[in-house]
């Protein structure tokens, strides 16, 4: 199997009765997945997120308890 990036999967069509395979259901599922993720990895490299998740590291670092002597 190949894998090919960003492109629709074809999943078949209905058997007459207008039921999908467990098999088509499995690729409709992945690609959705795909799709959630890849809007995810969008949000989370945007430059205001990158900035929020610094802003988080350094609050933690100075808020920290300090050991007791």
Known sequence: MTRKK???WNV???DPGGRYT???IKVSLLMDLRDELQELNGHLRCAKVQKMFR???AIR???HRR???
């Open 6 to 8: 960003n492109i629709a």
């Open 67 to 69: 050991k007791k002597r």
């Open 61 to 63: 670092q100075n808020t």
């Open 22 to 24: 467990y098999d088509q």
């Open 12 to 14: 078949g069509e209905p």
């Open 55 to 57: 802003d988080l590291t």
